[in-house]
């Protein structure tokens, strides 16, 4: 790698910056989520928990699709084709509509047997499924905000997703006050007022959920509509296999990556589900926890994916090299601290979303192991996103599943099924994943063999 070149560094920082914002806002109200749920007792934090994995199987295939028309449209900006940009914009509303709605029809056919596939403790099952049933009714308006803010950030816009997503989640927490709890007293500068709540309990966090999907999806088309670079504003949603075909060529494997390591996420919470409901519970802790010191990677690799985009666009390899020099130190420097502060303060945040004390405990020890792996995690995720604005998703696809299933499966398989360990063995599986994953995709990315193969600008 190249030194770090500051100017650029900034540029970097400039584009990233509005995405971590997202996701920590995201983050702080899946923790407020988990809080007001986890009030309610460990079967309600259970219900919830126990179809996470499935949430992010579903979340993570709508928005792989969205990676195959981000790094065309990154690449048509870089070659300055306005024009490709807004017909692949256009083609990307009608995706989601066939995404969305598939995803909407299937989950909700299922809804009764999910909890039970996942081995959820059988007093937990009925309200699980509840649960899973409200929160996919409003999947195409999900589609929509997942896949139109990865068109925007395409277009080097990051600042709407992330103000959208501030009112997405404001409008989440505020149902969430009031339709979880039931009616109260509460002091407010030494006044009792009385709140109105629906008491719903877990049916009510997955309607404040379901409610504010529907917001996120109408606001962020309405954006997206009136957008002056991308807007399929006039462009017909009829398939056009000239712009299809590359993008569902690029999609296609991320979405089976994503799919297949979502898949191995809920093979992996299920054999823990079969550990019982103390390590089910501390599991969903850990993982609400973790979720917001995995923020600077995400952010950069956005910021990594969109730049490396326009770079392989205007066919400027030298610039590529600034740039992934320039984020891979950024993001280094960034996941060193959020371990550091991970493993020093996870009993007092394990302790925000639980408070049964074993709950805490198990925690705050499989949180301390996996803040030892956030170095390596963070730059093998920044790699990624440069492979994916480059087009290149079929060696990803090929690295994590060899990562999810021939290491976190397998190892999770022996040291939960076979030597009946609990579960800080199946959190080291995963981190001995994340190191894999870090060696394979460095010395992968040094080979230089990926530039240009996979472009999404390619015809099929």
Known sequence: MKRLDLSLSGAVVRL??????????????QYIDTAMVGSLGTAATAAVGSTTTVNWLIGSSISAMGIGFLAYISQARGAGDRERARRASAQAVL????????????????????????QVDESVRPL?????????????FRAASLMFGTLLRAAGDTKTPMLAGILVNAVNVTLNFLLIYPVRTVSVLGRAVTVWGAGWGVVGAAAASAASFVVGGTLITAVLWRHREISPRGYSLRPDGAVLRPCLRVAFPAMLQRFATSLGYVVFASMINSLGEISTAAHTVANTVESAFYVPGYGMQTASATLTGECVGAGDRTRLRRVAASIITIETCLMVISGALLFTFAPVMAGIFSRDAQVIDLASRVLRMVALSEPFYGVYIVLEGSLQGAGNTRAPFIFNVIGMWGV???????????????????WGAMICHNVLLFVIYVLYYRTGKWYGMYSAMKKA
């Open 128 to 140: 699980a499924s509840r649960y899973f049933f409200i929160l996919y009714v409003p999947t195409v």
């Open 95 to 118: 995706m989601a509509l066939i995404v969305g709605t598939v995803f909407t029809v299937l989950p909700l056919l299922l809804a009764g047997w999910v909890p039970a596939w996942m």
């Open 408 to 426: 976190r499966i397998t190892g999770t398989f022996i040291a939960v099924t076979l030597l009946h360990r609990g579960l800080t063995a199946a």
């Open 16 to 29: 990233a910056a509005p995405t971590m914002l997202e996701q920590l806002m995201h983050t702080a109200v």
